[in-house]
């Protein structure tokens, strides 16, 4: 178990002068999970292979521990690491392959075999020792993975999308094992997905990355609740937030036929940036459907274009009906309503932004406005 | 809610309707039809493939047990009876066989062994090297493979007499070796292209040096890929006459060599040639089983996710 710290760690491809990962900081504390997770190309895989000694530090440096080890190579990290395949020997039974490792390091053959053993136990799989990875499916050879990595009993574990291979059903299943299994043995982990529902569900903190750059690293909920920038806003949460650049006049954003009322401190940073415009941000679930009783002015129309209902959730996909502005027309609003009455495919139903929970991000830089 | 309702009782409709089996005699399918007639066109051609190659075989194995009565009669002979004397003279007298035999294992094992090892590494190296040019690299090494013998025959010819290495050995070895290694070095490069990468990172992590994991992940994995580059650079260097015929002498002349040799200007000796044809051809067939064996072995079968 160790504290991991990635102090701007950069990474620049041959031929590229974009760097993959850009001045990466990261403190991971000893026996945390942390999440890295982001879109396609957003340097989450390199970011972990730098770490792993696979991928060399081009910039700022790595340390496990009290150790440096930006320069060392793999075998001297004292690290496990779960590939996205698997990577398992196919010409090596199931306990070989977990007890590789140990067979490398020398360990004595009673020792190896214990805790080969001591694992399978721990993951279901001590009648499949014998068998070749071939004969085994692909949630068990996950789990084979996962013990190859257990046995060696490193200081650090580290996983790279490695339930991506998985059906639906067991990936949820699994996730909840890789938790489970992680906070038992206290490693500190380091998990690589670009599931944000599994970042979400696993990770003591999630760290986002985009282009190489870190946005946000902080718990689920903080990730969730306070999104630093449009992109964390737009990344975290399923359905998405609702997200729209809008006017600005006087002391009101105004969008859909709506306007609501700016805090000073928010007013502020606009003046300090001397921008009329603001992007405007609101969960599916920040809004409530208004009766036409309580119309008032920060109130909107969405007619409504698709209808989810989920059985303990119900989602409204609709678009703004009392504008003509083409551009919020093109905008597609997402609101969570009432699963026992959910409204039908094409029904105007007027909503309101719950006070307080609409996030503002300036339009020119994207970062979170003061509220 | 009109739509609610009928949606089930179309189902239901369609679920009622029988199935019904395409009349018998009936092709199921154009692609079946058309399937049929390939296929006899198929056993066609496999059969004249067959006929071509194992008649004259047959016909040298059935010749080698003739005696020189038979083997030259006018008529082909198909019932005999066999004898092995043309076998016996080939392994009696000053210019017996064996000699020839121990060269030929000699000069095509060695070089069949040195160009699988540094084929191997040298194919690794490439299959994994990052490097601009790579594919024109890879294409120069096969290119020199396609250079006919002949082009290089005589430059060898003027290095291998300034390094002594004319009539001997190891100048076989090194002539059937520039032949070879490109070609080991090639075929080897494209089984290590198919082993994920991941498979030795995976090693690397769990504490090998590049070494360790190429020997003890990598080199299992593409043990059907060192059997088929062994047993090809074999059968090359084991049926040369080009090179043979110009670098050996009588310290080191080899099978193919020594069937040159009853071939005179006063006659053909058919029964002795034909025996042998058969003492070259027998090892190889056995190796080309061998290989057969292995080629379709795939290793790399559950080695990643959905294989």
Same mark, same amino acid.
């Given at each position: 178990?160790?504290?991991?710290?990635?102090?701007?760690?950069?990474?620049?491809?041959?031929?590229?002068?974009?760097?993959?990962?850009?001045?990466?900081?990261?403190?991971?504390?000893?026996?945390?999970?942390?999440?890295?997770?982001?879109?396609?190309?957003?340097?989450?895989?390199?970011?972990?292979?730098?770490?792993?000694?696979?991928?060399?530090?081009?910039?700022?440096?790595?340390?496990?521990?009290?150790?440096?080890?930006?320069?060392?190579?793999?075998?001297?990290?004292?690290?496990?690491?779960?590939?996205?395949?698997?990577?398992?020997?196919?010409?090596?039974?199931?306990?070989?392959?977990?007890?590789?490792?140990?067979?490398?390091?020398?360990?004595?053959?009673?020792?190896?075999?214990?805790?080969?053993?001591?694992?399978?136990?721990?993951?279901?799989?001590?009648?499949?020792?014998?068998?070749?990875?071939?004969?085994?499916?692909?949630?068990?050879?996950?789990?084979?993975?996962?013990?190859?990595?257990?046995?060696?009993?490193?200081?650090?574990?580290?996983?790279?999308?490695?339930?991506?291979?998985?059906?639906?059903?067991?990936?949820?299943?699994?996730?909840?094992?890789?938790?489970?299994?992680?906070?038992?043995?206290?490693?500190?982990?380091?998990?690589?997905?670009?599931?944000?529902?599994?970042?979400?569900?696993?990770?003591?903190?999630?760290?986002?990355?985009?282009?190489?750059?870190?946005?946000?690293?902080?718990?689920?909920?903080?990730?969730?609740?306070?999104?630093?920038?449009?992109?964390?806003?737009?990344?975290?949460?399923?359905?998405?937030?609702?997200?729209?650049?809008?006017?600005?006049?006087?002391?009101?954003?105004?969008?859909?036929?709506?306007?609501?009322?700016?805090?000073?401190?928010?007013?502020?940073?606009?003046?300090?940036?001397?921008?009329?415009?603001?992007?405007?941000?609101?969960?599916?679930?920040?809004?409530?459907?208004?009766?036409?009783?309580?119309?008032?002015?920060?109130?909107?129309?969405?007619?409504?274009?698709?209808?989810?209902?989920?059985?303990?959730?119900?989602?409204?996909?609709?678009?703004?009906?009392?504008?003509?502005?083409?551009?919020?027309?093109?905008?597609?609003?997402?609101?969570?309503?009432?699963?026992?009455?959910?409204?039908?495919?094409?029904?105007?139903?007027?909503?309101?932004?719950?006070?307080?929970?609409?996030?503002?991000?300036?339009?020119?830089?994207?970062?979170?406005?003061?509220? | 809610?009109?739509?609610?309702?009928?949606?089930?009782?179309?189902?239901?409709?369609?679920?009622?309707?029988?199935?019904?089996?395409?009349?018998?005699?009936?092709?199921?399918?154009?692609?079946?039809?058309?399937?049929?007639?390939?296929?006899?066109?198929?056993?066609?051609?496999?059969?004249?493939?067959?006929?071509?190659?194992?008649?004259?075989?047959?016909?040298?194995?059935?010749? &080698?047990?003739?005696? /020189? %009565?038979? @083997?030259?009669?006018? $008529?082909?002979?198909?019932? =005999?009876?066999? #004898?092995?004397?043309?076998?016996?003279?080939?392994?009696?007298?000053?210019?017996?066989?064996?000699?020839?035999?121990?060269?030929?294992?000699?000069?095509?094992?060695?070089?069949?062994?040195?160009?699988?090892?540094?084929?191997?590494?040298?194919?690794?190296?490439?299959?994994?090297?990052?490097?601009?040019?790579?594919?024109?690299?890879?294409?120069?090494?096969?290119?020199?493979?396609?250079?006919?013998?002949?082009?290089?025959?005589?430059?060898?010819?003027?290095?291998?007499?300034?390094?002594?290495?004319?009539?001997?050995?190891?100048?076989?070895?090194?002539?059937?070796?520039?032949?070879?290694?490109?070609?080991?070095?090639?075929?080897?490069?494209?089984?290590?292209?198919?082993?994920?990468? &991941?498979?030795?990172? /995976? %090693?690397? @992590?769990?504490?090998? $040096?590049?070494?360790?994991? =190429?020997?003890? #992940?990598?080199?299992?994995?593409?043990?059907?890929?060192?059997?088929?580059?062994?047993?090809?650079?074999?059968?090359?260097?084991?049926?040369?006459?080009?090179?043979?015929?110009?670098?050996?002498?009588?310290?080191?002349?080899?099978?193919?060599?020594?069937?040159?040799?009853?071939?005179?200007?006063?006659?053909?000796?058919?029964?002795?040639?034909?025996?042998?044809?058969?003492?070259?051809?027998?090892?190889?067939?056995?190796?080309?089983?061998?290989?057969?064996?292995?080629?379709?072995?795939?290793?790399?079968?559950?080695?990643?996710?959905?294989?």
């Amino acid at each position: 178990m160790s504290r991991v710290l990635y102090d701007e760690a950069t990474r620049i491809y041959p031929g590229s002068t974009q760097p993959a990962v850009d001045a990466l900081d990261l403190d991971i504390a000893d026996g945390e999970f942390l999440v890295l997770v982001g879109p396609s190309g957003c340097g989450k895989s390199t970011s972990l292979r730098m770490l792993a000694g696979l991928e060399r530090v081009d910039g700022g440096r790595i340390a496990i521990g009290d150790r440096d080890v930006t320069h060392l190579p793999p075998r001297d990290r004292d690290i496990a690491m779960v590939f996205q395949n698997y990577a398992l020997y196919p010409h090596m039974s199931v306990a070989d392959n977990m007890g590789f490792a140990l067979r490398v390091m020398k360990v004595s053959k009673d020792e190896r075999d214990r805790r080969v053993l001591e694992a399978a136990r721990l993951l279901d799989l001590e009648e499949f020792l014998d068998r070749k990875p071939k004969a085994l499916s692909g949630g068990q050879r996950q789990r084979v993975a996962m013990g190859r990595a257990i046995v060696r009993e490193p200081q650090v574990f580290l996983m790279d999308e490695p339930l991506s291979n998985l059906d639906a059903k067991l990936r949820v299943q699994t996730r909840t094992q890789i938790a489970d299994l992680q906070h038992r043995l206290g490693v500190t982990t380091v998990y690589v997905t670009h599931d944000q529902v599994e970042a979400m569900t696993m990770g003591d903190r999630v760290a986002v990355l985009k282009d190489g750059i870190l946005q946000q690293v902080d718990t689920p909920l903080g990730l969730y609740q306070h999104p630093a920038n449009v992109f964390v806003a737009g990344f975290i949460g399923s359905p998405s937030m609702n997200l729209g650049e809008y006017r600005v006049e006087g002391d009101e954003v105004v969008f859909g036929g709506a306007r609501v009322r700016l805090t000073r401190e928010t007013l502020k940073a606009l003046k300090e940036e001397g921008s009329d415009r603001v992007i405007l941000g609101f969960r599916p679930e920040d809004v409530t459907m208004v009766g036409d009783g309580d119309q008032d002015d920060a109130t909107f129309l969405v007619t409504a274009t698709v209808v989810e209902e989920l059985g303990s959730d119900a989602f409204l996909y609709g678009q703004y009906a009392d504008t003509t502005d083409p551009r919020l027309l093109e905008q597609t609003v997402i609101a969570r309503v009432d699963p026992n009455a959910p409204p039908a495919k094409g029904d105007r139903v007027r909503l309101r932004i719950v006070p307080g929970k609409g996030r503002l991000f300036s339009a020119s830089t994207g970062l979170c406005l003061p509220a | 809610m009109s739509t609610s309702t009928t949606g089930p009782d179309r189902t239901a409709r369609t679920a009622r309707r029988p199935v019904q089996a395409a009349p018998r005699g009936v092709p199921q399918s154009p692609l079946e039809e058309s399937g049929r007639g390939t296929r006899w066109v198929v056993a066609i051609v496999v059969v004249v493939a067959m006929l071509w190659t194992l008649v004259p075989l047959l016909w040298m194995l059935l010749s &080698s047990f003739k005696n /020189s %009565a038979d @083997v030259t009669a006018a $008529t082909p002979q198909f019932l =005999f009876t066999p #004898v092995l004397d043309n076998y016996r003279n080939l392994f009696t007298g000053a210019n017996n066989l064996w000699p020839y035999i121990w060269h030929s294992v000699l000069a095509a094992g060695i070089s069949a062994v040195l160009a699988v090892c540094l084929g191997a590494l040298a194919g690794y190296g490439l299959a994994r090297t990052q490097m601009r040019g790579k594919k024109h690299l890879a294409f120069w090494i096969i290119s020199t493979r396609m250079a006919p013998i002949a082009a290089i025959v005589v430059p060898l010819f003027l290095i291998f007499r300034g390094l002594g290495l004319i009539d001997s050995i190891p100048g076989l070895v090194l002539a059937y070796l520039s032949f070879n290694l490109p070609f080991a070095i090639w075929l080897m490069s494209a089984f290590f292209a198919e082993v994920p990468p &991941s498979l030795e990172e /995976s %090693a690397l @992590v769990a504490g090998c $040096t590049r070494w360790q994991a =190429f020997r003890t #992940v990598i080199l299992p994995l593409t043990k059907s890929g060192l059997v088929t580059t062994f047993v090809l650079c074999l059968v090359f260097a084991w049926n040369d006459y080009a090179f043979a015929v110009v670098f050996s002498g009588p310290n080191s002349q080899t099978l193919p060599i020594a069937a040159s040799q009853l071939v005179t200007q006063t006659g053909i000796d058919w029964g002795q040639l034909t025996a042998i044809g058969t003492i070259v051809v027998i090892p190889m067939m056995l190796a080309g089983l061998a290989v057969r064996r292995w080629l379709v072995t795939g290793l790399t079968l559950g080695a990643v996710t959905g294989e």
